[in-house]
């Protein structure tokens, strides 16, 4: 598993930065504006991603490795069959929807609501394809796709319009080559389906009612908590793009960007242990638990507070890669850079929480959380302006994991936090 997380680290890493290029490059080259109209439509699309799955891509990754310890082979090759072909047919419903809401309440343009349309179902089937592999604990592979083809060739895209094709970058440029990059990404991801026999389409299934109403309460509770967390950390750049303008929610899709960076080795362990914690949770190994999450703990400090010390300091440095314009965010930035390193400290709880069944806790938890983190972005940008916004949305990102912390501590009596280090010293 080590290796593994090592190689996870770097492909995020890599997505990470080159994501981070990107955003510097559309911003350099397309403007303020554009970079902000992209970042509201990016967070709509990451936002989505989880109402289309309803959740049963973490489905896959707690019951799979279950099914395999009871001998129920059937269940397994079944159920992802009918996880790839229901978010299929809701994921190009999904896109229909999103196109018409971008033309008809946001003024978009047609061709920009058919390429944002078509970002859903390519990232939802990548987010499903990829826990298949996950599932099989080939979590390597799982990332190939997203954090390596995806931004990649988005990048690559971006330069060959700038200077070899259009000599400038328009909305339908940015989100068309977003698209494509998608495409790309999912054919990387169904070769490694196709290659690791992942799904067998030819193989009996015959669900029991259980089977089914289990699989849509842990994808419901799911869903909702993910499409919360996706809330928690998109919409302060959505609601900065309605309440104040296109220019501050650029502004702040930088900095979040930016602050984001701190928690991404957290990202990259939580895909890694999701099936190990479902294996253990299976077996009744309560140690193996503890000693997972410790790990993934000590994993993303080792990462986390290198990064967010160093951001800290070149805040007015790294902005200025963006424009001149972006100085004024330097006490933005610091701000969030703060809120994500307590997130990390807090550890994988939202993993762990979800692979061992104490999932509705957790939705009720992180929806409150978001429904209350939205009421408070429109209030405090309507009264505060930026900075009102982002005091809410520090607190907001800082929050919620400590109190999921918590409840892995008083449920399980697993500490998934920075002090479960002390586990590893007592070693």
């Not at 939802?124 to 592999?133: A, E, G, K, R, W």
């Not at 061992?356 to 209030?379: D, E, M, S, Y």
Request: charged share 10%; proline share 3%.
């Amino acid at each position: 598993m080590k290796f593994a997380a090592i190689f996870v680290l770097f492909a995020n890493a890599f997505s990470a930065g080159m994501m981070f290029l990107a955003s510097v490059f559309i911003s350099r080259y397309g403007g303020k504006d554009l970079f902000g109209f992209f970042s509201v439509v990016l967070g709509l699309i990451i936002s989505a991603t989880p109402v289309v799955t309803v959740g049963m891509d973490a489905a896959i990754v707690k019951f799979l490795p279950q099914y395999r310890n009871e001998g129920r082979r059937q269940l397994i090759s079944g159920m992802q069959r009918f996880v790839v072909l229901f978010s299929g047919f809701i994921s190009i419903v999904g896109g229909v929807v999103l196109g018409w809401i971008l033309v008809q309440f946001r003024n978009y343009g047609w061709e920009i609501g058919f390429a944002a349309g078509a970002c859903l179902p390519l990232a939802v089937m990548l987010t499903v394809l990829q826990s298949t592999i996950r599932a099989d604990g080939n979590v390597s592979r799982a990332v190939v796709g997203e954090a390596v083809i995806r931004p990649l060739a988005f990048g690559l895209l971006l330069l060959l319009l700038q200077f070899a094709l259009l000599n400038q970058l328009s909305l339908f440029a940015v989100i068309g080559a977003y698209a494509l990059a998608l495409l790309g990404a999912n054919v990387v991801a169904t070769i490694f389906v196709v290659a690791g026999k992942h799904i067998n389409w030819r193989g009996e299934f015959h669900p029991k009612k259980t089977d089914i109403r289990l699989w849509f309460q842990l994808g419901l509770n799911v869903l909702f908590s993910n499409l919360s967390i996706a809330l928690l950390n998109q919409s302060p750049v959505i609601i900065a793009g309605i309440a104040l303008s296109a220019f501050d929610a650029g502004e702040l899709g930088a900095v979040i960007r930016l602050a984001m960076l701190v928690a991404f080795a957290l990202t990259a362990v939580n895909s890694v242990i999701a099936p190990f914690l479902s294996r253990a949770m299976s077996l009744g190994d309560k140690a193996e638990l503890q000693s997972l999450v410790t790990r993934a703990t000590a994993f993303s400090l080792l990462v986390a507070v290198p990064v967010c010390g160093a951001f800290y300091a070149f805040a007015p440095l790294l902005l200025s890669v963006f424009g001149e314009s972006y100085q004024g965010a330097v006490p933005y930035l610091r701000m969030m850079l703060v809120a994500y390193g307590i997130q990390a400290a807090a550890g994988p709880s939202v993993a762990l929480l979800n692979m061992t069944g104490i999932h509705r806790a957790t939705t009720k938890i992180v929806v409150t959380w978001a429904i209350l983190t939205v009421l408070g972005l429109f209030a405090a940008m309507n009264y505060a302006g930026m900075f009102g916004g982002v005091v809410v949305a520090a607190l907001s990102v800082a929050g919620y994991p400590v109190l999921l912390a918590f409840l892995c501590h008083k449920t399980l009596g697993i500490d998934p936090t920075v002090l479960s280090l002390r586990f590893l010293i007592r070693k």
